[in-house]
């Protein structure tokens, strides 16, 4: 399976983006999805998860209550909706596709070229 990540851009601190990474290739179906970000000088930090039914999902503290992840199974597309965005949420964001369930980046097999949100005033 490919992974093709869009919708980054840049916003001012308050301001909305919507996510989206669209699978190809293999099936999609069964795998866990993941969104990761890297800043500037930093490590790759988790996001959030969402399970294959979306029965499962576990959000980064830093994101609670703002981010929203979502997944479309028959459109092959998982989405993160991105609201009161704080200029520290700046930095390239990766989704990324597991066969288990896991916030752990390196149980993730299949990434997304990364696409780069900008909040600032």
């Known amino acids: 399976v490919q992974l093709q990540a869009s919708g980054g851009g840049s916003v001012q601190p308050g301001g909305s983006l919507r996510l989206s990474c669209k699978a190809s290739?293999?099936?999609?179906?069964?795998?866990?999805m993941g969104w990761f970000r890297q800043a500037p000088g930093k490590a790759r930090e988790f996001v959030v998860a969402?399970?294959?039914?979306?029965?499962?999902?576990d959000y980064a503290d830093a994101v609670k209550g703002r981010f929203t992840i979502s997944r479309d199974n028959a459109k092959n597309t998982v989405y993160l909706q991105m609201n009161s965005l704080k200029p520290e949420d700046t930095a390239v964001y990766y989704c990324?596709?597991?066969?288990?369930?896991?916030?752990?980046?390196?149980?993730?097999?299949?990434w997304g070229q990364g696409t780069q949100v900008t909040v600032s005033s």
């Open positions: 990324a596709a597991s066969a288990v369930y896991s916030l752990r980046a390196g149980r993730y097999n299949v």
């Open positions: 290739g293999r099936t999609f179906s069964g795998y866990t």
């Open positions: 969402i399970s294959w039914s979306g029965g499962m999902m």
